[in-house]
């Protein structure tokens, strides 16, 4: 979208720097990851922090292709605005940046997918690319521009939706679903019912109307991962949600947008993440328990069952309860407690 588009998109933005600006906006980024000619969000001091840490990290020249949208009470602390006006290509201001979050992903959403054909069979239409040792079992979709690499086998009633990608040796149990522009990565098995980059559970409660956030960052699922039945992993919100090579996904499992698994994890079967965690390599986490908002967990944990995970962990925590504490600890508060009834 140009800059026209986007204000007309978004009455509530206002181009401040530089005072005209010609080129167009591909789609939208977080803060983190910089992509030439994207938009990300700023909408309050912290994210301003993350985002420094991210500029040390990357160095200045990646974001002069970038567009920022700030929050208005952002913009007009002195500091910000000139450390923000030297790093970026342009800079928009925001009434509203919840409200702008929403308005700006819908037209980028279907600026990606909305035009792909998922109604007519990317075979009929000649536009999926399907090597000839594809084993495709009666029943099945194809979307526009798939691409199925050698030995994969895919069962009755699955649905594989447009843009995206299945590598070699990989097989899909009846009635999968895989949502636009999701790569599954080689040698993968995902058994009866998975659904692979459905929306993320992104809304924002706008005078009273749950507004939707739509995602647009799809899935990536690594080498030799093995998800069970009825497991979902949801889209990214503007980048990929992954699950790292080696990773094993239990039956009955939820794995939120923009979630972040490392290699060999393991997830029991109905424990899940909220959007944005971050699993390390080789945990294991128990059957039922839950990973919070933005929670960072490190390498080699472990999290036992029913455990409700709240705040970040650092490597080879072993943690239970509600809320998850050290094991050790967990046990002897729930020892003491115990014992007080009993004297009571």
Same mark, same amino acid.
């Given at each position: 979208? #140009?800059?026209?588009?986007?204000? =007309? ?47 040390? &990290? ?44 929403? /308005? ?7 600026? *990606?997918?909305? =035009? ?50 299945? *590598? *070699? ?7 999968? &679903? ?26 924002? =409660? ?16 690594? #080498? ?5 039945? /009825? ?9 990929? &949600?992954?699950?790292?090579? +080696? ?12 979630? @972040? /698994? ?29 990973? +919070? #908002? ?7 944990? @472990? ?7 709240? &705040?970040?962990?650092?490597? =080879? ?5 509600? !809320?998850?504490? !050290? ?5 002897? +508060? ?8 009993? @004297?009571?």
């Amino acid at each position: 979208m #140009n800059i026209n588009e986007i204000l =007309n998109n978004d009455k509530g933005l206002s181009l401040k720097y530089p005072s005209e600006w010609n080129g167009n906006v591909l789609g939208i980024t977080t803060i983190n990851v910089p992509k030439d000619n994207h938009v990300f969000f700023l909408m309050e001091y912290k994210f301003y922090k993350y985002w420094l840490a991210a500029v040390e &990290t990357t160095g200045d020249d990646v974001w002069k292709t970038t567009a920022v949208i700030i929050s208005k009470d952002l913009w007009e602390k002195g500091d910000v605005r000139g450390f923000v006006e030297n790093k970026v290509g342009f800079v928009l201001v925001s009434d509203n940046c919840d409200l702008s979050i929403c /308005l700006l992903s819908e037209p980028f959403f279907k600026e *990606k997918f909305g =035009n792909k054909n998922d109604i007519e069979d990317g075979r009929d239409v000649g536009t999926a690319k399907i090597h000839q040792s594809v084993l495709i079992a009666k029943n099945v979709f194809i979307g526009e521009d798939v691409e199925i690499e050698e030995n994969v086998k895919i069962m009755s009633g699955s649905v594989i939706m447009s843009g995206s990608k299945i *590598k *070699k040796g990989s097989v899909l149990y009846p009635n999968v &679903t895989i949502y636009y522009g999701v790569e599954i990565g080689e040698n993968c098995r995902l058994h009866s019912g998975v659904v692979i980059g459905a929306d993320g559970f992104g809304y924002k =409660n706008i005078d009273g109307v749950h507004r939707k956030i739509w995602h647009v960052g799809s899935v990536i699922i690594e #080498n030799n991962v093995e998800v069970g039945a /009825l497991s979902s992993v949801d889209a990214g919100t503007f980048i990929p &949600t992954r699950v790292g090579e +080696g990773s094993i996904i239990d039956n009955q499992v939820q794995i939120g947008h923009n979630s @972040q /698994l490392g290699k060999g994890v393991i997830f029991c079967g109905h424990s899940g993440t909220a959007g944005s965690a971050i699993v390390g390599d080789y945990t294991v986490v128990g059957g039922k328990a839950g990973i +919070g #908002n933005d929670i960072e967990i490190g390498k080699g944990c @472990q999290i036992a069952g029913n455990a409700m995970v709240n &705040t970040s962990w650092p490597d =080879n925590s072993i943690l239970g309860g509600h !809320p998850a504490r !050290p094991i050790r600890e967990w046990l002897r +508060g729930l020892a003491y407690v115990r014992k007080q009834v009993k @004297q009571k």
